[in-house]
């Protein structure tokens, strides 16, 4: 069994960087239908445990809505707080922690990316984002093989520590995990590709006509 950790931010902070272009209730519902096309994916997963890790009820109810687990931190304090919250949940085991704002990662590639190494040697697995400077998706094949340091230059952080140490590392290369969803081009890029699910869904409600020019001045 492996346990998959899907950390999510405090909905009040959510998405800042998309602040020129959608207002914060905008951006909180945007950050609720990703996770909802996130774990409807997980879901479908078998020999998977996810366990959402959150503070905010309506987070919750997405994740009892998609039959994942909740871990309440009761206070948001980080992303990287977030995920160690999570690990203390386990004291054994694989474990791989998700963003919640990749709605276009695919079944097969999380499969890639969570797949049991048949070796007896310990290993890490990274997934960047689509710069190759921050991690999308990480496996360890045991939970307490390293500590949560995701941040902007986490993929390279993630291979340094791992040599430091001698464990094996795997790199993921895949379109969906990699794109992360915190700029108006990330959003531009996604509404080039979504045609379907929750994200889409609410974009199409959200009744605004993203046009290329709209989303560059909201990045200026």
Not at 52 to 61: E, K, Y
Not at 70 to 93: C, D, H, L, M, P
Request: glycine share 10%.
């Amino acid at each position: 069994m492996i346990n998959i950790i899907v950390p999510i931010k405090d909905l009040a902070q959510a998405k800042q960087r998309l602040g020129g272009i959608l207002n914060r209730e905008q951006r909180a519902g945007l950050v609720l239908a990703m996770l909802e096309d996130l774990l409807w994916t997980l879901s479908s997963l078998e020999s998977c445990t996810v366990w959402v890790v959150a503070s905010n009820p309506q987070v919750f109810h997405v994740a009892q809505m998609c039959g994942a687990q909740i871990i309440n931190e009761g206070k948001s304090q980080g992303y990287n707080q977030a995920v160690a919250f999570g690990f203390k949940r386990f004291t054994s085991g694989p474990v791989a922690v998700i963003p919640g704002d990749v709605p276009l990662a695919s079944a097969e590639e999380i499969l890639q990316l969570i797949r049991l190494n048949k070796g007896q040697h310990e290993l890490i697995r990274i997934a960047p984002d689509r710069e190759k400077k921050g991690t999308n998706g990480l496996f360890l094949s045991r939970v307490t093989l390293m500590e949560p340091c995701f941040g902007a230059h986490s993929f390279t952080g993630y291979q340094g520590t791992a040599k430091a140490k001698g464990i094996n590392v795997e790199k993921i290369s895949s379109a969906g995990l990699g794109l992360d969803i915190d700029t108006p081009a990330d959003l531009e890029q996604l509404i080039s590709q979504t045609h379907q699910g929750a994200t889409h869904q609410f974009l199409q409600q959200l009744g605004q006509h993203f046009e290329p020019q709209l989303l560059k001045q909201g990045a200026a």
